[in-house]
């Protein structure tokens, strides 16, 4: 029998880690990331979308190195650490819509809960709106979680199924290293923008590298955004955001350092002022994400330990950052309203009819 | 015969929520948790310890079998 202890598990554990995170991605944006975009995983994923060509939004289309990297570094971790273990069949099809309402609601809001951190961090101030509407999400998805919500259990399964993910996150990695044409350049994939945030990129071998560290801490220490909320609502539990403030801490005194923390609501990067749909669009994921079982880079981590479910969830992303760009449902446009409405109601039946009968707790 | 949580393959935190609840439906003892990743044996140790039970565990191949005592 042993106890349950070591150093990544600790509050000192996530803390350090969680400073660590928070420097890495202010300096990722330092080197050339777009603004307070060090690392996020919703931008990321939809700018791989644009790459591969699935999405038509010529300023988004950048296979980025970060997202397989830190599925890369988690899958290392994971093996090292001997908790790769292959394993699958919890809804993964709800998973997959999940994923992509989680998509849809962090685009309007434009970025991921790690983003919104750093536009926070940056000095962006609509990214408080965007926190409170994350926030709100997670506490509807917390009594979801009460009244028994469930997508039931997964199970061990073969080695090739939790190796698929890190597969796919090889080709992916090395087809941004090499980034080939298969066609004429803008006509076919892989997809590059010239101008916009897609154009804007940290050295690839410094993205790649950070993107490593991430993963490999990230999985070690369990770090999760909306865990952190979570796990607080749920019972006042402040492990997982203890290292989320800690990523705040780090990111907003490297911004300073770098001169990149510039305070208010109005011509901040990759933003909008529309501050209902800041806060709708983070409701939408918050609630997502929670009913899924954590937020995106956690699941993107969850990959490189061979969860097929997170893998699915992953891919919903994708589906879904492609979906916001060619329905023109992003940030403020015409159709964010809409969406951001019937997601609600599409995610929280999802959180209705998952109740398990038994209620799990009181 | 002390109580058996069955936790494995379910997602954050619903593995926590069944551990608390066991746990908070007794005044102390002894109460097993079987988990399956390495994750759940952390989260469910700290939810425990932050109600006063003592953690340990034992990896059984498969599964993590956690032994919860107050």
Known sequence: MKNPRDFFASRVGIIVVGLVLGGLAATLQWKGNPGNMGICMACFTRDIAGALGLHRAGVVQYLRPEIPACCLGAFLAALAFREFRPRTGSAPVVRFVLGMFAMIGALVFLGCPWRAVLRLAGGDANAILGIVGLAVGIAIGVQFLKMGFSLGRSYPTRTLAGLAMPFVMVVLLLLAIFYPQFGAEGKAALFRSTKGPGALAAPIVLSILVGLIIGFLAQRTRFCTVGGIRDVVLMRDFHLLSGVAAFLVAAFVMNLIYRQFHAGFEGQPAAHNTHWLNFAGMRLAGLSFTLAGGCPGRQVFLCGEGDGDAAVFVFGMLTGAAVAHNFVMVGAAANAAYIVVIGLIVVGVIGFMGREKLALAR | ?70
């Open chain 2, 1 to 70: 015969m002390a109580e058996t949580v069955d936790a494995r393959g379910l997602s954050c935190p619903q593995p926590v929520i069944l551990t608390r609840t066991a746990l908070q439906k007794t005044s102390g003892g002894e109460v097993i948790v079987v988990v399956d990743t390495m994750t759940q044996v952390h989260n469910c140790t700290r939810a425990a310890e932050k109600l006063g039970w003592q953690a340990s565990y034992a990896d059984k191949g498969e599964a993590f079998e956690l032994t919860l005592r107050k």
